[in-house]
């Protein structure tokens, strides 16, 4: 079994169990950091701080995303004991060979990593690789879904967003988008972008909800043309966000909760994170990467101060529906 392109892996930490103590109270304040095979030691993640406790509960999620092929990905975990006036506390470390545990994809495996160095402690994760698509690139059969059905299935919005037809993009593709969002800048040539911006979101802090449409052709194949684009936007964000105090950078997960089947889309892949911009205000971020038939890319972007909920999450399948690619 190997992972495949386009296929995303998401690690829940779930909890650690009969940590060692490493505070004069004898509790400890645990947070975990995981690094991958991959992406070396300063590409990790982390969970949240949980204070005096042996026993912590974290359930974070964190995904992983895969542009070609791997059959030896490895997840390293080392869990830390949080200190305000010194070096924080080593509580144990664990490595997983992902493949060795995950068996087959679309389903979760449960385990328990005994913790390596220490004298107690377990880490319990769960492993969950979603595919899409087979190495054929023809999509898994509960994936095939009959479009009617699906649209049938959208309710209106309780927010007034109907949606409008923009027919300026280029001769590959009609937009669809919410009629109080308003043009804010154009370009068009080989690569067309639109830029809309919604109503203020705060009149005083001047915020607004951004929404961008890239149209372009195939770089290669549609997983390297995902890959060039969000890579290159996504490290910028994370760039941005370190530089600033309490800066985080976050992935967030939206593959699983937009179900989007259209005549005329071939594959499309969804990518979100969260991250501080230069005001100091956390933005959330949701890029949705579409495919036509006839190799066209277009990828949408949905910057917001606000959090995506279901809501908006509905508009942008019905967006989705009603789009036109040639």
Do not use: H
């Amino acid at each position: 079994m190997f992972l495949l392109p386009n296929d995303v892996l998401s690690l829940r930490v779930i909890k650690a169990t009969n940590l060692i103590a490493a505070d004069i109270n004898g509790k400890s304040d645990p947070y975990v950091i995981v690094a991958t095979s991959e992406g070396g030691e300063k590409n990790f993640k982390k969970t949240e701080i949980i204070k005096k406790t042996l026993n912590p509960n974290w359930n974070e999620k964190f995904n992983f995303y895969f542009y070609e092929k791997n059959e030896k990905f490895q997840l390293f975990f080392k869990v830390m004991d949080k200190d305000t006036v010194s070096k924080d506390d080593f509580l144990g470390s664990a490595v997983v060979n992902v493949l060795d545990v995950v068996k087959e994809v679309n389903k979760e495996f449960t385990i328990d990593l005994p913790l390596q160095k220490v004298k107690s402690g377990v880490l319990q994760i769960c492993l969950f690789i979603e595919r899409q698509f087979e190495e054929n690139n023809t999509l898994q059969s509960t994936n095939n879904l009959n479009p009617t059905t699906i649209i049938e299935e959208i309710k209106p919005l309780q927010k007034e967003n109907k949606l409008i037809e923009f027919k300026e993009f280029n001769n590959n593709c009609i937009l669809y988008i919410p009629s109080n969002f308003k043009l804010k800048s154009s370009k068009y040539g080989s690569t067309s972008q639109v830029t809309f911006e919604g109503p203020k979101t705060n009149e005083e802090l001047k915020e607004s909800e951004i929404l961008s449409f890239n149209n372009t052709k195939i770089m290669g194949n549609f997983e390297n043309s995902c890959k060039l684009f969000i890579n290159t936007v996504r490290k910028l964000n994370e760039q941005v966000s370190k530089k600033q105090e309490n800066g985080v950078f976050e992935e967030l997960d939206f593959t699983t909760r937009l179900q989007i089947v259209n005549e005329n889309i071939l594959q499309f892949k969804t990518f979100g994170w969260r991250f501080t911009n230069t005001d100091n205000k956390i933005v959330n971020v949701l890029n949705i990467c579409v495919l036509s038939k006839k190799n066209n890319l277009l990828i949408i972007s949905f910057n917001t101060t606000n959090k995506i909920d279901e809501e908006e999450l509905k508009l942008f399948e019905e967006m989705l529906q009603l789009i036109s690619l040639q």
